[in-house]
């Protein structure tokens, strides 16, 4: 009798703690199917972000601005090269305006990556401005022996946009 009290003791244990278990493994796959969602959420987070850090506006017919903002780095680049050459080739653009006013600094990755942009960019028959290069940049830019080869520049967005319009033979 006491073995059988005994036996139904330990049955209960095991039935508690089995129970408890149970609980928490359930607690644990509800936690890692929020963790999933978390995760599928947090990559789409960072997808529409990589979009957002290298916009492609158009501003006339034919015409995209692509604004630098901050720094550039090489998955950036890479973004920013991407959505500008499916900008062209759904947009059928000819003149690309990299507008670097707000690019913090240039070295020699971030000149490579313009360049290789811009080269790019020529390949699909559009031309490449450059304006808003600040003094520290063009000075940065001497030092480092960079040159914009065939790439146009322009003092600003406003002169770009002008020029582009009078060779076209735009009148006011």
């Known amino acids: 009798a006491e073995l059988a009290a005994l036996r ?47 916009p492609v506006i158009p501003v006339l017919p034919g015409m995209l601005v692509l604004p630098l903002v901050g720094t550039l780095d090489s998955a950036r680049a890479a973004t920013m090269a991407e959505q500008v050459l499916g900008a062209i080739e759904q947009r059928r653009a000819r003149i690309v305006i990299m507008d670097m006013t ?6 020699t990755h971030v000149a490579q990556a313009l360049l ?6 020529q390949l699909l028959g559009a031309r490449v401005i450059a304006v808003g290069i600040r003094p ?37």
């Open 8 to 54: 139904d003791s330990l049955e209960t244990t095991v039935a508690q703690r089995t129970e408890s278990l149970q609980q928490a493994l359930t607690a644990v796959q509800t936690r890692e199917a929020q963790l999933a969602q978390t995760l599928a959420d947090l990559r789409t987070s960072q997808e529409t972000i990589r979009e957002l850090s290298a």
């Open 102 to 107: 707000g690019l913090s600094m240039v070295d």
């Open 116 to 121: 290789s942009t811009a080269a790019a960019v």
């Open 136 to 172: 520290e940049v063009a000075q940065t830019m001497v030092a480092l022996q960079i040159t914009m080869g065939s790439i146009t520049t322009s003092t600003d967005l406003q002169e770009a946009v002008m020029m582009t319009l009078r060779e076209s033979g735009w009148r006011r």
